[in-house]
């Protein structure tokens, strides 16, 4: 039997050199080569030539280009659910925002873009955000509402998935880098709500946000729902000293978080609120 000339083994070994300069990568490299002008191509006629953000503004504007939703720099793929055309004025706008540091988004969140992606835009389904200080109960609030086919987006969980840690609250046991890492995989679930990809029929997002103006940027940005646990400061206490005492790890600050969050919290016309059930408080009443 022949053999295969040997300059036709492996030629994918083969390092290309001289090719690019370093820090400046080809358009191919990029993954802007001949695929994705096909992609973009393909994804130009599936929109039927329109901007895809104008239009759910309502407007009819000529897409001229095809923009990620979730930006590639953020974890965002090729994905056809993750592409969408895009007017000139759109893009450029959402090129901005989205390298903006945050404090330019929105000057009252003075938060990071990680935590309030300024890319994220209205959801395809419908979205509450729950938030609450720590012990306030909002895994058990989504537990008892969140349906078969919901999705829920919790930092927790995600932490808990990456980390295989113990116990499910490993929030402040986290490193910068890993908890970096934890909100780039959230706001990837959260970003694949604004694309018609999503096989959930309703999402769940737990957030720890006490101001008014961060509820209602979730609010306005996602078109969300949203409830904040009101449960008292000594109600919260007293269920993490009693979650402790079971074995479940818990950051050894939470009691000063529950202050914090107590201390931050301003109340907004947009919150559905949900209080403790008078039971409890009584029973613990009888106690005294
Ligand atoms: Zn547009």
């Known amino acids: 039997m022949a053999k295969r000339p040997p300059s036709f083994t492996n030629p994918k070994g083969k390092k290309r ?59 965002g793929s090729d994905d056809e659910g993750n592409l969408q055309s895009i007017c000139i004025d759109c893009h450029k706008a959402k090129t901005a925002e989205e390298g903006n540091t945050g404090k330019a988004m929105d000057h009252r969140l003075a938060s990071n873009p990680m935590a309030h992606p300024p890319w994220l835009c209205r959801s395809v389904i419908p979205v509450t955000i729950v938030t609450g200080p720590p012990g306030s109960g909002k895994s058990s609030y989504v537990n008892d509402h969140a349906g078969d ?23 402040q046991m986290l490193s910068g880098p890993q908890v970096k890492a934890v909100l780039q995989e959230r706001n990837k679930a959260i970003g694949r709500l604004m694309t018609s990809a999503t096989n959930y029929s309703k999402a769940w997002i ?42 479940e790890r818990r950051p050894g600050n939470s009691e000063a978080i529950v202050d914090q969050w107590w201390w931050n919290y301003t109340p907004w016309s947009g919150d559905q609120v949900v209080k403790p059930q008078r039971k409890h408080t009584r029973r613990a009443r009888t106690h005294r």
């Open 17 to 75: 050199s001289g090719w690019s300069k370093k820090g400046r990568k080809s358009a191919h490299e990029r993954g802007y080569g001949w695929a994705w002008r096909k992609l973009r191509a393909f994804i130009l006629r599936r929109d039927k030539g329109l901007c895809q953000p104008c239009l759910r503004n309502g407007v009819t504007t000529l897409a001229r280009e095809v923009d990620h939703i979730i930006p590639k720099e953020w974890g």
């Open 149 to 171: 086919s919901d999705c829920v987006i919790c930092f927790d969980q995600i932490a808990a998935n990456l980390f295989k840690s113990d116990g499910q609250r490993v929030h």
């Open 206 to 247: 737990i957030v720890s946000d006490a101001q008014s103006e961060r509820r209602r940027w979730w609010s306005e940005t996602l078109g969300a729902d949203v409830v904040v646990m009101l449960t008292p400061a000594s109600v919260c206490k007293a269920r993490i000293t009693k979650d402790e005492a079971n074995g």
